[in-house]
Nanobody, 121 residues
Framework: QVQLVESGGGLVQPGGSLRLSCAASGSAFSINVMGWYRQAPGKQRELVAEITSGGGTNYADSVKGRFTISRDSTKDTMYLQMSGLKPEDTAVYYC???????????????WGQGTQVTVSS
C-alpha cells in the first residue's frame, strides 16, 4: 500500500506560478512511476506529467515548456513546478503512484486526495 499526500494548490493570477508537492509513504516495488493528473469540471481526468523511478519524464503537450516535474527519491516526494499558468489550467490536480513487480505487467495504482488549482484574475 502507498499513501499519497498532496499540497501546494491555490488561487493564482494568469501568468503566475505554483508548486505542487506529493509525498509518498508505504511500500512499493522498485519499478514505479509518479505522475500528476488533473480534472476540470465536466471533463475527464487527464495526464499532466509523469516521472519514472529512473528519472524519465513525459508531459502533456498543453503544459510542455511551462510545467516541470521532478522527484526527490530520498524523501519519496514529487513536485510539479507550474509557470505561465493559464485559466485553462484550472482543475483539481491529483497525484498518482503506480508500481509493479519486475518482469510483470500488472500495475498497482494509488491516488492522492487532490488539490485545487485555480487560475483567475
Amino acid at each position: 500500500q502507498v499513501q499519497l499526500v498532496e499540497s501546494g494548490g491555490g488561487l493564482v493570477q494568469p501568468g503566475g506560478s505554483l508548486r505542487l508537492s506529493c509525498a509518498a509513504s508505504g511500500s512499493a516495488f522498485s519499478i514505479n512511476v509518479m505522475g500528476w493528473y488533473r480534472q476540470a469540471p465536466g471533463k475527464q481526468r487527464e495526464l499532466v506529467a509523469e516521472i519514472t523511478s529512473g528519472g524519465g519524464t513525459n508531459y502533456a503537450d498543453s503544459v510542455k515548456g511551462r510545467f516541470t516535474i521532478s522527484r526527490d527519491s530520498t524523501k519519496d516526494t514529487m513536485y510539479l513546478q507550474m509557470s505561465g499558468l493559464k485559466p485553462e489550467d484550472t482543475a483539481v490536480y491529483y497525484c498518482n503512484y503506480k508500481t509493479r513487480r519486475p518482469l510483470t505487467s500488472n500495475w498497482y495504482r494509488y491516488w492522492g486526495q487532490g488539490t485545487q488549482v485555480t487560475v483567475s484574475s
